[in-house]
């Protein structure tokens, strides 16, 4: 079993950056796809970017499409989300998933990213 763990999470101004980190132990995440998700108040919980276990392939969602970029670095199990350009509608908190299998995943507890503007 996978543990996660986000961090880098805050209070930042619209217009501003923010890089989340998601390190894993328990085992490797080499071998899997990980995801970035958000959820809002009074709203489901999002996909907003994915990326491939080599990294080779990157999902993102439209409404962050040009202003967030995935990336790992399998050699120190973590994955990041580097968020840029924010805006208050990005205010979520955002959750690191491992998809541990068709169907399953493995999440983290989650932190809390608020935009002000």
């Known amino acids: 079993q996978v543990q996660l763990v986000e961090s880098g999470g805050g209070l930042v101004q619209a217009g501003g950056s923010l890089r989340l980190s998601c390190g894993a132990s328990?085992?490797?995440?080499?071998?899997?796809?990980m995801g970035w998700f958000r959820q809002a108040p009074g709203k489901e919980r999002e996909l907003v970017a994915a990326i491939s276990w080599r990294g080779y392939s990157t999902y993102f969602a439209d409404s962050v499409k040009g202003r967030f970029t995935i990336s790992r670095d399998n050699a120190k199990n973590t994955v990041y989300l580097q968020m840029n350009s924010l805006k208050p509608e990005d205010t979520a908190v955002y959750y690191c998933a491992a998809f541990t299998s068709v169907g399953g995943a493995s999440w983290g507890q989650g932190t809390q990213v608020t935009v002000s503007s």
């Open positions: 328990g085992r490797t995440i080499s071998t899997y796809a």
